[in-house]
């Protein structure tokens, strides 16, 4: 039997309005730090130099939440709002978690829409694939059910 779905947090929509109009910056500049630490030391230097220079949107729908990101020579670095972006990915909090534990796939999240990716598809399926290819970055056990 496997567990039943976890579905979006039920976070109050005057609160999900209130997140959404905070700075985008200080979201942006942790979860690039937590790239750094998590992903960066597994990407190879030629995944790294397809990935580098491009801005990535990564939003958590029922928080709030948007961030932006770069990778560059240097590392994953927080980017101001505003302007183009390579790719736009969005979730609700609990998709991203169980995609970053490897209980789910990016396709199967993308085709019941519960994962939407926008902008770059060459882009979009070299991060996937990178993404595969290392398997879940967060290990730590599901809870009981």
Same mark, same amino acid.
């Given at each position: 039997?496997?567990?039943?779905?976890?579905?979006?947090?039920?976070?109050?929509?005057?609160?999900?309005?209130?997140?959404?109009?905070?700075?985008?910056?200080?979201?942006?500049?942790?979860? &690039?730090?937590?790239?750094? !630490? #998590? *992903? =960066?030391?597994?990407?190879? +230097? $030629?995944?790294?130099?397809?990935?580098?220079?491009? @801005?990535?949107?990564?939003?958590?729908?029922?928080?709030?939440?948007?961030?932006?990101?770069?990778?560059?020579?240097?590392?994953?670095?927080?980017?101001?709002?505003?302007?183009?972006?390579?790719?736009?990915?969005?979730?609700? &909090?609990?998709?991203?978690? !169980? #995609? *970053? =534990?490897?209980?789910?796939? +990016? $396709?199967?999240?993308?085709?019941?829409?519960?994962? @939407?990716?926008?902008?770059?598809?060459?882009?979009?399926?070299?991060?996937?694939?990178?993404?595969?290819?290392?398997?879940?970055?967060?290990?730590?056990?599901?809870?009981?059910?």
């Amino acid at each position: 039997m496997t567990p039943a779905r976890q579905t979006a947090l039920p976070v109050p929509a005057a609160l999900r309005s209130f997140v959404a109009r905070l700075p985008i910056r200080p979201p942006s500049f942790v979860l &690039a730090l937590a790239l750094d !630490r #998590l *992903l =960066r030391p597994h990407l190879t +230097a $030629d995944v790294e130099q397809q990935l580098a220079d491009r @801005v990535v949107e990564i939003e958590v729908c029922d928080l709030g939440i948007r961030c932006r990101l770069m990778l560059t020579g240097s590392g994953f670095h927080a980017v101001p709002d505003g302007g183009d972006v390579a790719l736009r990915v969005a979730a609700d &909090a609990a998709s991203y978690l !169980r #995609l *970053l =534990r490897g209980e789910e796939d +990016a $396709d199967r999240l993308f085709f019941e829409r519960a994962l @939407v990716m926008e902008g770059d598809t060459e882009y979009g399926l070299i991060l996937k694939n990178t993404l595969d290819a290392i398997g879940p970055l967060l290990r730590w056990p599901a809870r009981a059910a």
